[in-house]
Structures are given as C-alpha cells and as structure tokens.
C-alpha cells in the first residue's frame, strides 16, 4: 500500500471532520469578543491548511502510486 496516499487521505478526512464544526459553529460563542473571533479565524486558516496539506500529500502519492509497476510474482517449484 503507497504510504503517502494513506497518509494523506487520512490527513484529509481528519482535517474535514476537524474543519466541519470550526465553520459551522466557530463564531457562534464568542458574543462579539474581538480575540475570540480572531483565535476561530486562525483555527480556520490552520484547519485549512491542514487540509490542503492533505490532499497534497494524497495527490503525489495517487500519481507515485499509478506509476508503479505492479509486483510479479513467481511460482519456484
């Protein structure tokens, strides 16, 4: 199994489930409060960044993965 796909897919769907409430609730608590709202802001671009990390990382290994010859095997009797 090609490593980075792995690794990335799971960064990918990590950083989505982590991403999904940050922008569906990340201001909704904060009443107005400038450094709440501007700590939710940098979560965002972090969770973002995370994700875009991700699927970067998915990416290469998607492309390193189809490139790859598969394994042959031999029968030695």
Excluded: W
Excluded at 4 to 21: D, R
Excluded at 25 to 51: I, M, T, W, Y
Excluded at 61 to 66: D, E, K, N, Y
């Amino acid at each position: 199994m090609n490593v980075l796909l792995t690794a990335g897919t799971a960064t990918v769907v990590i950083g989505g489930f982590l991403l999904l409430p940050e922008l569906a609730f990340g201001d909704v608590f904060c009443d107005q409060d400038p450094e709440c709202s501007s700590a939710h802001s940098r979560n965002k671009a972090r969770l973002l960044g995370v994700l875009a990390g991700g699927l970067f990382v998915a990416l290469v290994g998607t492309i390193v993965f189809l490139h790859t010859p598969p394994t042959r095997y031999t029968v030695v009797e």
